[in-house]
Protein backbone atom coordinates (compact mmCIF):
# COMPACT_ATOMS: atom_id res chain seq x y z
CA UNK A 1 0.00 0.00 0.00
CA UNK A 2 0.97 3.53 -0.26
CA UNK A 3 1.08 4.30 3.27
CA UNK A 4 1.63 2.28 6.16
CA UNK A 5 -2.25 1.50 7.88
CA UNK A 6 -1.95 -0.80 10.83
CA UNK A 7 -1.81 1.10 14.59
CA UNK A 8 1.75 1.51 15.63
CA UNK A 9 0.27 0.96 19.14
CA UNK A 10 -1.24 -2.73 18.10
CA UNK A 11 1.77 -4.54 19.81
CA UNK A 12 0.03 -2.66 23.20
CA UNK A 13 -3.32 -4.86 22.71
CA UNK A 14 -2.76 -7.93 24.90
CA UNK A 15 -5.75 -10.17 25.78
CA UNK A 16 -4.89 -13.42 27.15
CA UNK A 17 -8.11 -14.54 28.20
CA UNK A 18 -8.62 -15.41 24.42
CA UNK A 19 -5.28 -15.56 23.08
CA UNK A 20 -5.30 -19.28 24.58
CA UNK A 21 -8.71 -19.79 22.58
CA UNK A 22 -6.06 -19.91 19.63
CA UNK A 23 -4.39 -22.76 21.26
CA UNK A 24 -7.04 -24.85 21.62
CA UNK A 25 -8.07 -24.31 18.29
CA UNK A 26 -4.83 -25.25 16.63
CA UNK A 27 -4.16 -28.61 19.31
CA UNK A 28 -7.66 -29.45 18.08
CA UNK A 29 -6.65 -29.83 14.49
CA UNK A 30 -3.76 -31.82 15.35
CA UNK A 31 -6.20 -34.21 17.62
CA UNK A 32 -9.81 -34.09 17.07
CA UNK A 33 -10.52 -36.25 20.00
CA UNK A 34 -9.41 -33.45 22.40
CA UNK A 35 -11.81 -32.54 24.83
CA UNK A 36 -11.49 -28.90 27.01
CA UNK A 37 -12.31 -27.89 29.88
CA UNK A 38 -12.86 -24.05 29.47
CA UNK A 39 -11.59 -22.36 32.53
CA UNK A 40 -10.42 -19.31 30.69
CA UNK A 41 -13.85 -17.34 30.73
CA UNK A 42 -16.40 -16.29 32.74
CA UNK A 43 -19.05 -16.71 30.97
CA UNK A 44 -21.82 -19.04 33.68
CA UNK A 45 -24.06 -19.70 30.74
CA UNK A 46 -21.58 -21.87 29.47
CA UNK A 47 -20.46 -23.76 32.39
CA UNK A 48 -24.17 -24.74 33.12
CA UNK A 49 -25.84 -22.22 35.17
CA UNK A 50 -29.10 -21.70 33.94
CA UNK A 51 -30.34 -18.08 32.86
CA UNK A 52 -33.74 -17.17 35.42
CA UNK A 53 -37.17 -18.13 34.39
CA UNK A 54 -38.29 -14.64 35.65
CA UNK A 55 -35.52 -12.67 32.89
CA UNK A 56 -36.82 -14.77 30.01
CA UNK A 57 -40.53 -13.79 31.10
CA UNK A 58 -38.73 -10.37 31.86
CA UNK A 59 -37.63 -10.65 27.77
CA UNK A 60 -40.79 -11.62 26.24
CA UNK A 61 -42.98 -9.08 28.09
CA UNK A 62 -40.92 -6.24 26.51
CA UNK A 63 -40.74 -8.13 23.32
CA UNK A 64 -44.48 -8.75 23.07
CA UNK A 65 -45.43 -4.85 24.09
CA UNK A 66 -47.27 -3.05 22.21
CA UNK A 67 -45.27 -1.06 19.63
CA UNK A 68 -41.52 -2.01 18.88
CA UNK A 69 -39.51 0.33 20.41
CA UNK A 70 -37.01 -1.96 21.53
CA UNK A 71 -36.28 -3.35 18.06
CA UNK A 72 -35.15 1.02 17.13
CA UNK A 73 -32.60 2.98 17.98
CA UNK A 74 -33.30 4.53 21.38
CA UNK A 75 -31.26 7.80 22.83
CA UNK A 76 -27.55 8.13 22.14
CA UNK A 77 -26.45 8.24 25.68
CA UNK A 78 -28.61 5.47 27.12
CA UNK A 79 -32.79 5.46 27.47
CA UNK A 80 -33.27 8.53 29.70
CA UNK A 81 -36.33 6.52 32.01
CA UNK A 82 -33.42 3.46 31.85
CA UNK A 83 -30.89 6.28 33.34
CA UNK A 84 -33.50 7.88 35.85
CA UNK A 85 -33.85 4.30 37.35
CA UNK A 86 -30.28 3.63 37.64
CA UNK A 87 -29.70 7.07 39.47
CA UNK A 88 -32.40 6.26 42.47
CA UNK A 89 -30.61 2.56 42.14
CA UNK A 90 -26.95 3.99 43.40
CA UNK A 91 -29.43 6.01 45.91
CA UNK A 92 -29.95 2.79 47.27
CA UNK A 93 -26.78 1.62 48.36
CA UNK A 94 -25.37 5.23 48.95
CA UNK A 95 -28.31 7.59 49.93
CA UNK A 96 -25.56 11.03 49.62
CA UNK A 97 -24.90 10.30 46.32
CA UNK A 98 -25.79 13.27 43.95
CA UNK A 99 -25.25 11.41 40.54
CA UNK A 100 -27.77 12.84 37.87
CA UNK A 101 -29.07 10.97 34.91
CA UNK A 102 -27.32 13.44 32.41
CA UNK A 103 -24.23 11.98 33.53
CA UNK A 104 -25.21 8.62 33.53
CA UNK A 105 -24.28 6.21 30.45
CA UNK A 106 -25.33 3.54 28.67
CA UNK A 107 -22.86 1.46 26.87
CA UNK A 108 -22.59 -2.28 24.66
CA UNK A 109 -20.93 -3.82 27.69
CA UNK A 110 -18.45 -2.60 29.72
CA UNK A 111 -15.66 -3.02 27.40
CA UNK A 112 -17.27 0.00 25.34
CA UNK A 113 -17.15 2.00 28.17
CA UNK A 114 -13.49 1.01 28.89
CA UNK A 115 -12.63 2.04 25.55
CA UNK A 116 -14.53 5.23 25.53
CA UNK A 117 -12.87 5.99 29.20
CA UNK A 118 -9.02 5.67 27.92
CA UNK A 119 -9.78 7.15 24.54
CA UNK A 120 -10.90 10.58 25.63
CA UNK A 121 -7.94 11.15 28.00
CA UNK A 122 -5.89 14.14 26.86
CA UNK A 123 -2.66 12.46 25.53
CA UNK A 124 -0.22 11.97 27.78
CA UNK A 125 -2.39 11.70 31.18
CA UNK A 126 -2.71 8.30 32.25
CA UNK A 127 -4.40 6.08 34.92
CA UNK A 128 -2.63 4.11 37.34
CA UNK A 129 -3.25 0.10 37.29
CA UNK A 130 -3.35 -2.63 39.21
CA UNK A 131 -1.18 -5.57 38.71
CA UNK A 132 -2.71 -8.21 37.95
CA UNK A 133 -5.21 -6.38 35.84
CA UNK A 134 -7.93 -7.38 33.93
CA UNK A 135 -6.41 -7.07 30.12
CA UNK A 136 -9.71 -4.97 28.64
CA UNK A 137 -8.24 -1.82 31.02
CA UNK A 138 -4.81 -2.39 31.19
CA UNK A 139 -4.33 -3.37 27.58
CA UNK A 140 -6.78 -0.21 26.48
CA UNK A 141 -5.16 2.23 28.64
CA UNK A 142 -1.87 1.52 27.63
CA UNK A 143 -3.11 1.52 23.95
CA UNK A 144 -4.87 4.91 24.12
CA UNK A 145 -1.34 6.20 25.62
CA UNK A 146 1.14 4.39 23.11
CA UNK A 147 3.47 2.92 26.13
CA UNK A 148 3.22 0.47 28.17
CA UNK A 149 1.26 0.47 31.33
CA UNK A 150 1.95 2.41 34.67
CA UNK A 151 1.16 -0.03 37.50
CA UNK A 152 0.14 -0.51 41.09
CA UNK A 153 0.86 -4.28 42.81
CA UNK A 154 -1.86 -5.90 44.57
CA UNK A 155 -0.02 -8.01 47.28
CA UNK A 156 -0.38 -11.82 46.62
CA UNK A 157 0.74 -12.72 50.59
CA UNK A 158 -1.92 -10.37 51.76
CA UNK A 159 -4.74 -11.81 49.61
CA UNK A 160 -3.98 -9.16 46.96
CA UNK A 161 -4.46 -6.16 48.34
CA UNK A 162 -3.34 -3.03 46.81
CA UNK A 163 -0.11 -2.08 48.00
CA UNK A 164 -0.64 1.24 49.17
CA UNK A 165 3.02 2.16 49.50
CA UNK A 166 3.45 1.38 46.07
CA UNK A 167 0.71 3.02 44.89
CA UNK A 168 1.95 6.36 46.21
CA UNK A 169 5.42 5.96 45.11
CA UNK A 170 3.81 5.17 41.52
CA UNK A 171 1.53 8.34 41.84
CA UNK A 172 5.16 10.26 43.16
CA UNK A 173 7.26 8.79 40.19
CA UNK A 174 4.75 9.52 37.03
CA UNK A 175 3.06 12.64 37.66
CA UNK A 176 1.46 12.33 34.95
CA UNK A 177 -0.73 9.96 36.32
CA UNK A 178 -4.29 11.35 36.33
CA UNK A 179 -6.33 8.54 38.10
CA UNK A 180 -6.69 5.66 39.80
CA UNK A 181 -8.13 2.10 38.78
CA UNK A 182 -9.58 -0.07 41.25
CA UNK A 183 -11.48 -2.90 40.24
CA UNK A 184 -13.02 -4.60 43.34
CA UNK A 185 -14.45 -7.31 43.46
CA UNK A 186 -11.47 -7.96 41.80
CA UNK A 187 -11.36 -9.87 38.46
CA UNK A 188 -8.97 -11.90 38.35
CA UNK A 189 -8.37 -12.41 41.92
CA UNK A 190 -11.19 -12.55 43.81
CA UNK A 191 -10.02 -10.04 46.16
CA UNK A 192 -12.96 -7.82 47.59
CA UNK A 193 -11.55 -4.53 49.33
CA UNK A 194 -12.79 -3.22 53.11
CA UNK A 195 -13.98 -0.08 53.98
CA UNK A 196 -10.31 0.83 55.47
CA UNK A 197 -8.38 0.14 52.47
CA UNK A 198 -10.66 1.93 50.36
CA UNK A 199 -10.20 4.86 52.53
CA UNK A 200 -6.57 4.75 52.20
CA UNK A 201 -7.32 4.84 48.10
CA UNK A 202 -9.57 7.78 48.59
CA UNK A 203 -6.94 9.21 50.91
CA UNK A 204 -4.07 9.52 48.04
CA UNK A 205 -6.44 10.35 45.80
CA UNK A 206 -7.72 13.57 47.63
CA UNK A 207 -3.71 14.20 48.30
CA UNK A 208 -2.59 14.13 44.67
CA UNK A 209 -5.67 15.42 42.89
CA UNK A 210 -6.40 12.73 41.09
CA UNK A 211 -9.76 10.71 39.91
CA UNK A 212 -10.91 7.29 40.70
CA UNK A 213 -12.33 4.73 38.19
CA UNK A 214 -14.25 2.05 40.24
CA UNK A 215 -14.94 -1.32 38.28
CA UNK A 216 -18.38 -2.60 40.41
CA UNK A 217 -19.13 -5.16 37.52
CA UNK A 218 -19.44 -8.39 40.67
CA UNK A 219 -20.57 -5.68 42.83
CA UNK A 220 -23.33 -7.82 43.93
CA UNK A 221 -21.27 -11.26 44.07
CA UNK A 222 -19.62 -11.12 47.26
CA UNK A 223 -19.26 -14.23 49.47
CA UNK A 224 -18.11 -15.14 52.93
CA UNK A 225 -20.11 -13.18 55.14
CA UNK A 226 -18.48 -9.76 53.92
CA UNK A 227 -20.24 -6.97 51.93
CA UNK A 228 -19.41 -4.79 49.26
CA UNK A 229 -18.17 -0.88 50.74
CA UNK A 230 -20.30 1.68 48.86
CA UNK A 231 -17.56 3.92 47.45
CA UNK A 232 -19.94 6.14 45.96
CA UNK A 233 -20.95 6.86 50.15
CA UNK A 234 -16.89 7.33 50.75
CA UNK A 235 -16.04 9.81 47.76
CA UNK A 236 -19.07 12.31 48.54
CA UNK A 237 -17.53 15.79 48.46
CA UNK A 238 -14.15 14.08 48.15
CA UNK A 239 -12.93 12.73 45.02
CA UNK A 240 -13.97 12.78 41.41
CA UNK A 241 -15.35 9.37 40.92
CA UNK A 242 -16.38 7.41 37.65
CA UNK A 243 -18.30 3.68 38.48
CA UNK A 244 -18.94 0.77 35.91
CA UNK A 245 -21.21 -1.23 36.34
CA UNK A 246 -23.53 -4.06 34.31
CA UNK A 247 -25.66 -6.91 33.67
CA UNK A 248 -23.07 -9.43 32.60
CA UNK A 249 -22.56 -11.20 35.09
CA UNK A 250 -25.08 -11.22 38.16
CA UNK A 251 -28.39 -11.95 35.87
CA UNK A 252 -26.10 -14.01 34.36
CA UNK A 253 -26.80 -12.49 30.75
CA UNK A 254 -23.25 -11.86 29.39
CA UNK A 255 -24.38 -12.10 25.67
CA UNK A 256 -27.12 -9.06 26.54
CA UNK A 257 -23.91 -6.83 26.41
CA UNK A 258 -25.36 -3.79 28.67
CA UNK A 259 -23.35 -1.85 31.01
CA UNK A 260 -23.13 1.81 32.15
CA UNK A 261 -20.68 4.60 33.34
CA UNK A 262 -21.74 6.58 36.71
CA UNK A 263 -19.93 9.92 36.90
CA UNK A 264 -19.76 11.13 40.49
CA UNK A 265 -19.08 14.50 42.18
CA UNK A 266 -18.75 15.83 38.84
CA UNK A 267 -18.94 19.43 39.93
CA UNK A 268 -15.69 19.22 42.39
CA UNK A 269 -13.48 19.69 39.79
CA UNK A 270 -13.98 21.57 36.23
CA UNK A 271 -11.04 19.66 34.43
CA UNK A 272 -13.07 16.39 35.91
CA UNK A 273 -16.27 17.91 34.67
CA UNK A 274 -15.02 18.76 30.91
CA UNK A 275 -13.11 14.90 30.59
CA UNK A 276 -16.98 13.67 31.56
CA UNK A 277 -18.36 15.89 28.83
CA UNK A 278 -15.90 14.68 26.39
CA UNK A 279 -16.47 10.82 27.14
CA UNK A 280 -20.35 12.04 26.92
CA UNK A 281 -19.73 13.15 23.26
CA UNK A 282 -17.69 10.02 21.73
CA UNK A 283 -20.80 7.46 23.20
CA UNK A 284 -22.29 9.59 21.04
CA UNK A 285 -20.91 8.43 18.00
CA UNK A 286 -21.67 4.65 19.05
CA UNK A 287 -25.08 5.85 18.25
CA UNK A 288 -26.78 3.66 20.85
CA UNK A 289 -26.52 1.06 23.20
CA UNK A 290 -28.08 -2.26 22.13
CA UNK A 291 -32.09 -0.97 23.21
CA UNK A 292 -33.88 -4.16 24.73
CA UNK A 293 -30.84 -5.12 27.31
CA UNK A 294 -31.28 -1.91 28.44
CA UNK A 295 -34.59 -1.56 28.63
CA UNK A 296 -35.10 -3.98 31.10
CA UNK A 297 -32.38 -3.32 33.19
CA UNK A 298 -35.14 -1.99 35.69
CA UNK A 299 -37.29 -4.69 35.27
CA UNK A 300 -34.55 -7.24 36.58
CA UNK A 301 -33.70 -5.53 39.27
CA UNK A 302 -36.52 -4.92 40.94
CA UNK A 303 -38.19 -7.91 40.03
CA UNK A 304 -39.80 -9.82 43.50
CA UNK A 305 -37.51 -13.27 42.50
CA UNK A 306 -34.25 -11.45 41.82
CA UNK A 307 -32.97 -10.88 45.14
CA UNK A 308 -33.55 -14.89 46.49
CA UNK A 309 -32.13 -15.86 43.09
CA UNK A 310 -28.94 -14.13 43.51
CA UNK A 311 -28.48 -15.07 47.24
CA UNK A 312 -28.83 -18.58 45.47
CA UNK A 313 -26.38 -17.57 42.53
CA UNK A 314 -23.80 -16.67 45.27
CA UNK A 315 -24.37 -19.37 47.88
CA UNK A 316 -23.43 -22.08 44.53
CA UNK A 317 -20.81 -19.99 43.53
CA UNK A 318 -19.40 -19.63 46.88
CA UNK A 319 -19.55 -23.29 47.23
CA UNK A 320 -17.71 -24.12 44.39
CA UNK A 321 -15.14 -21.46 44.96
CA UNK A 322 -14.21 -22.95 49.12
CA UNK A 323 -13.74 -26.75 47.13
CA UNK A 324 -11.56 -25.67 44.39
CA UNK A 325 -9.61 -23.46 47.48
CA UNK A 326 -9.60 -26.49 49.14
CA UNK A 327 -8.08 -28.81 46.47
CA UNK A 328 -5.55 -26.59 45.10
CA UNK A 329 -4.48 -24.59 48.61
CA UNK A 330 -3.24 -28.22 49.29
CA UNK A 331 -0.99 -28.27 46.34
CA UNK A 332 2.71 -28.21 47.29
CA UNK A 333 4.11 -25.20 45.09
CA UNK A 334 0.83 -23.43 44.92
CA UNK A 335 0.09 -20.11 47.03
CA UNK A 336 -4.11 -19.84 47.40
CA UNK A 337 -5.62 -17.25 47.93
CA UNK A 338 -9.12 -18.11 48.49
CA UNK A 339 -11.53 -15.06 46.67
CA UNK A 340 -14.39 -13.68 48.12
CA UNK A 341 -16.03 -12.39 45.47
CA UNK A 342 -16.66 -12.53 41.81
CA UNK A 343 -15.87 -15.88 40.65
CA UNK A 344 -12.10 -16.07 39.97
CA UNK A 345 -9.29 -17.56 41.71
CA UNK A 346 -5.37 -17.29 40.61
CA UNK A 347 -3.44 -19.34 42.20
CA UNK A 348 0.27 -18.84 41.76
CA UNK A 349 3.43 -20.25 42.14
CA UNK A 350 6.09 -20.25 45.00
CA UNK A 351 8.94 -18.46 44.21
CA UNK A 352 11.63 -20.44 42.22
CA UNK A 353 9.78 -23.85 41.81
CA UNK A 354 9.28 -22.87 37.66
CA UNK A 355 12.36 -23.74 35.50
CA UNK A 356 12.28 -23.65 31.12
CA UNK A 357 12.80 -27.61 31.23
CA UNK A 358 9.77 -28.66 33.01
CA UNK A 359 7.42 -30.91 31.44
CA UNK A 360 3.91 -32.95 31.15
CA UNK A 361 3.60 -35.72 28.92
CA UNK A 362 1.55 -35.19 25.16
CA UNK A 363 0.27 -38.12 23.83
CA UNK A 364 -0.08 -36.91 20.33
CA UNK A 365 3.25 -35.94 19.13
CA UNK A 366 2.22 -33.64 16.43
CA UNK A 367 0.38 -31.77 19.52
CA UNK A 368 4.02 -32.53 21.80
CA UNK A 369 5.81 -31.09 18.72
CA UNK A 370 3.51 -27.72 17.92
CA UNK A 371 3.81 -26.76 22.27
CA UNK A 372 7.30 -27.38 22.30
CA UNK A 373 7.79 -25.44 19.56
CA UNK A 374 5.44 -22.35 20.75
CA UNK A 375 7.25 -22.83 24.58
CA UNK A 376 11.02 -22.22 23.04
CA UNK A 377 9.56 -18.81 21.89
CA UNK A 378 12.21 -15.96 23.32
CA UNK A 379 10.93 -14.12 26.50
CA UNK A 380 8.29 -17.32 27.08
CA UNK A 381 6.61 -16.33 30.37
CA UNK A 382 7.37 -19.68 32.77
CA UNK A 383 3.69 -19.03 34.01
CA UNK A 384 2.37 -19.83 30.16
CA UNK A 385 5.21 -22.44 29.54
CA UNK A 386 2.91 -24.12 32.25
CA UNK A 387 -0.30 -23.15 30.49
CA UNK A 388 0.36 -24.62 26.94
CA UNK A 389 1.67 -28.08 28.74
CA UNK A 390 -1.01 -28.14 30.79
CA UNK A 391 -3.56 -27.64 28.15
CA UNK A 392 -1.91 -29.87 25.84
CA UNK A 393 -1.68 -32.65 28.63
CA UNK A 394 -4.70 -32.72 30.61
CA UNK A 395 -7.32 -30.63 28.32
CA UNK A 396 -7.58 -27.73 31.34
CA UNK A 397 -7.45 -24.46 29.94
CA UNK A 398 -6.51 -21.74 32.08
CA UNK A 399 -4.92 -18.50 31.48
CA UNK A 400 -1.75 -17.47 33.14
CA UNK A 401 -1.44 -14.85 35.41
CA UNK A 402 1.54 -12.94 33.45
CA UNK A 403 -1.64 -12.28 30.74
CA UNK A 404 -2.94 -9.85 33.92
CA UNK A 405 1.11 -8.61 34.04
CA UNK A 406 0.67 -10.31 37.51
CA UNK A 407 3.64 -9.59 39.56
CA UNK A 408 3.87 -13.30 40.45
CA UNK A 409 4.01 -16.26 38.05
CA UNK A 410 0.02 -18.53 38.15
CA UNK A 411 -2.65 -19.00 36.34
CA UNK A 412 -5.98 -17.50 36.76
CA UNK A 413 -9.34 -20.00 36.80
CA UNK A 414 -13.00 -19.52 36.85
CA UNK A 415 -14.85 -21.00 39.57
CA UNK A 416 -18.19 -21.43 37.60
CA UNK A 417 -18.63 -25.17 36.98
CA UNK A 418 -22.01 -26.28 38.04
CA UNK A 419 -21.06 -29.91 37.93
CA UNK A 420 -19.81 -30.49 41.43
CA UNK A 421 -18.36 -33.90 40.12
CA UNK A 422 -17.05 -32.77 36.87
CA UNK A 423 -15.65 -29.26 38.54
CA UNK A 424 -13.38 -31.73 41.62
CA UNK A 425 -12.34 -34.18 38.50
CA UNK A 426 -10.73 -30.97 36.82
CA UNK A 427 -9.24 -29.75 39.86
CA UNK A 428 -7.60 -32.96 41.27
CA UNK A 429 -6.23 -33.15 37.88
CA UNK A 430 -4.72 -30.07 37.94
CA UNK A 431 -3.59 -30.21 41.46
CA UNK A 432 -1.49 -33.53 40.23
CA UNK A 433 -0.68 -31.82 36.84
CA UNK A 434 1.02 -28.94 38.89
CA UNK A 435 2.71 -31.86 41.04
CA UNK A 436 4.06 -33.32 38.11
CA UNK A 437 4.98 -30.22 36.43
CA UNK A 438 7.29 -29.45 39.12
CA UNK A 439 8.35 -32.73 39.95
CA UNK A 440 9.54 -33.54 36.00
CA UNK A 441 12.88 -31.17 35.68
Known sequence: MRTPVTHPNVPLLKYAIREIVDVTQKLQELEPSYLFVRENIGDPVAKGWPVPSFLKQVLMDEIHRKGDLVFGYCHSRGIPEVRKWIV????????????????????????????????????????????????????????????????????????????????????????????????????????????????????????????????????????????????????????????????????PWPGARSGWIEFHNVDLDSEYKSYCEAVKKRVLLEVCATTLPQTVIPAIYDHPEYENWNRTYNAGLEHNIDLIAEILGSTKGLHTNRPDGAFYMMPTFEEGVLNNHQTLPIKNSSARQYIEHEVAEPGMQPDKRFAYYLLASTGICVVPASGFSSPAPGFRITTLERDEVKLKDTYRRLSQAVTDYLKSA
Open 88 to 251: QYAKRFSPSSTLDYEYVLLTNGLGAAISSLYHMLRRGARILQPAPCYPSHSSMESFAAGAEPVFYNLDVVRNWEPDLDHMESQIKRHPEVAGILIVNPNNPTGAVYSEATLEKVIRLAERYQLMVISDEIYFRMVYHGLKHVQLTEMAVGRIPLILLRGTSKDV
